[in-house]
């Protein structure tokens, strides 16, 4: 279902944008034809393997790697001592500490070593000679035992960001952010109704189903390309060439298809050591995670704890907030706690406001980006409480949301972006009030809960290159890899800004060498900021195209206009000139006929998404089965709605398993117990329903086509609409993940006085 | 005269001062006019900061004109997933 809630921009109606055709990569993705960087083979290409940390905190003695390169079919063993020092503004933090431990290993799972061998498995035996000397540390897991007075340190320089006064001592809590707005005290005494409670959250991983893997042929003239699974191959490049101390010149990056990212490829783990490998080897170099290595060694999201304090007056409007939060950040710094303290109350007109996060290191891999890093985990604190307020007042949950939510011109100081710009909370939660679903009577033991989320999407740099063929199709070049349906979106501005069928237009992701830079598919960007490139790249063609048949009819460019694909003379003299026509005689009138478009975008739009579940809980086992799900998004514009569907049914599944079955779990040593899914269980198809989707469209007037991001916020309100709907069928508030039929049962048990 | 809203890691320059008044015309004058201003601060700001003017994000300032009245707000380096 798709609700436009005001005309776009720029037309009222359009040919292709809004179309559902099937997607260009479509066919080589179902019958097996796509490659992903595990299918890439090279001649006299060898095997590498990764030796990693046993241990969660230990100083490194020594590393011995004698005996491992005298075994059989190894060709090369790389160390940290093979790689430069990290320097000190790299692009991305911390980076290069975490590709190869030096003094110290952080967490179970750290690499300290690689091997390339001719076979894997030779490559794996002879990774297990290399003699590792560690003085075991004691280690920290949670943000609890992190921020303790006398906690183990991870890092002995570590003084913490952000506090009045700058310690004296290092800790692990590497920074502090706070915000305050109006009078917290005079908002709470204002209230009639004021709730607080703690909530935790564990670490889940992006759970994407192909494993990081990468190919690496280094030439003898100190050159190397590399094909790879990333969200972002020129940020591939040049944070490979940063870790290895190369030019960017020297490193080639070519994008494998990806088998799924979430965030967790917007960062490199394997790259520096398998150009280093064949380097070493003179050979191409494949290296290929495990699924452990996937969940040991690869950023999953921060675990938190979050308290929430809410105030309300009775007719439902909000005086007052306050939030503390504190994030794990995994071995090294990161800034989750901040972007959980920019989305904690983002979606409500708050005028008394206090949050204060804070960002921990603990010996667990280092957190990386997951649709809507952070946000997830505020909102369940958030959303939960309002549903509380909302139950105590006896207010409809989503007229509450209304009454307070955020809209154009209103001045949020803790969301970051300060004052909002054309926003669509309302018309979500609108949506999801008139939705029929919100009205299905319940029966015994289901519940029914509600939840709203905010995400602020980026935009960034993005290259396009538009070439028209000589028959007059388009070939449409850019450097985003295409992770939920990019190629189809961009075809499809494409063939709206040039006037030809969808069909005749390929979509091609370009390698570092055939594209200009572009940033990391990442925060929801690629429609909207490689869009505005590509649409950019045509309007310079359609210029181009008028000149063009200005030259066939002899005529001024003034006097040409470009309409439905076609050159028109404005006075009528002559008749009008398809593209192909225009193409087919480019040689007689210029040569060929390509553009680029290039631009650091500005102006991305929020975005919002509210949601509705219904489920049902087991009273014997626990277990809660959802029965409906219905979420509602601000997608601006859809431009292919099937993939946006896609993107809101995406957050929504992974929402459902990080509320219900997901997390991390260690034993006393720090070490992971269940890195597989038969263990870490994500949802699979027989445990959801039909995710049900409304497509609100509020256009994003910064956007030729009005597109907000669409990727990311759909995670965001299932945890808190889980538990609201827990507590709708059961009575119980839970506030710590996951809500496992043995929590949910340990909580009824209690409720019953059993056990 | 534009509005700037520092961040918490920011406020060690301004004494605890999280709102202040700069004449400025473009990004690259606000940071001059609060490194003369604060000493130190532009040296603090995050290689890779990002700022909100007026509600919209730009994930990476430089040379942006800023127009009277404007409302800045100074943001750490932009993540996503």
Redesign the interface.
Known sequence: MTVAVEESPVKKSYKWVGTRPVRHDGLEKVNGKARFAADMTKPRMIHGHVLRSPLAHAKILSVDTTEAESMPGVKAVVTAADFPPPSKNEGFPHRSSNLIAREKVRYEGQVVAAVAATTRRQAKAAAAKIAVKYEELPHVLTVDEAMADGAPLLHENLITKGLDTTPKQASNIAKRDYFEQGDLEAGFAEADVVYEHEFTTKVVHQGYIEPHACVADTSKDGRSEIWCSSQGHFMVRSATAEMLGWETSQLKVIPAEIGGGFGGKTTIYLEPLAVKLSQKANRPVKIVMRREDVFKATGPTPGTKIRVKIGARKDGTLTAGKAWLAYESGAFPGSWGMLGGWCVFAPYDIPNVQIESFEVVVNKPVNIAYRAPSAPMAAFATETVIDQIAREIKMDPIELRLLNAVEEGDYNHSSMVGTFQRIGLKETLEAIRDHPNYKIPLGPNQGRGVATGFWFNIAQSSSATVNLTENGRAVVVTGSPDIGGSRVSMALMAAEELGIDVKFIQPVVGDTEAVGFTDVTEGSRTTFATGMAVVRACRELVTQLRERAAIMWDCSVEDVEWVDGKAHHSGNKESPLSLAEITAKAKKTGGPLNATGSLEAKGQGPAFSTQICDLEVDPETGKATILRYTTAQDAGTAIHPSYVEGQMQGGVAQGIGWALNEEYIHDKKGVMQNPGFLDYRIPVASDLPMIETVIVEVPNPKHPYGVRGVGEVGIVPPIPAIANAIHDATGLRLRDLPMSPVRVLEGLNQQNGVG | MVNV?L???L??FTH?V?EVEVNASSVKSLIAELDRRYPGIADALD??FAL?I???????PGYEKISDGS?V?F???????
């Not at chain 2, 007026?54 to 990476?60: L, Q």
């Not at chain 2, 943001?75 to 997933?81: H, I, S, V």
Request: charged residues 20%.
């Open positions: 809203f961040g918490s890691n406020q060690r605890g999280e290689p890779k909100a007026n509600g919209e994000v730009i994930a990476n409302e707000r943001l750490a380096p932009m993540q996503g997933g």
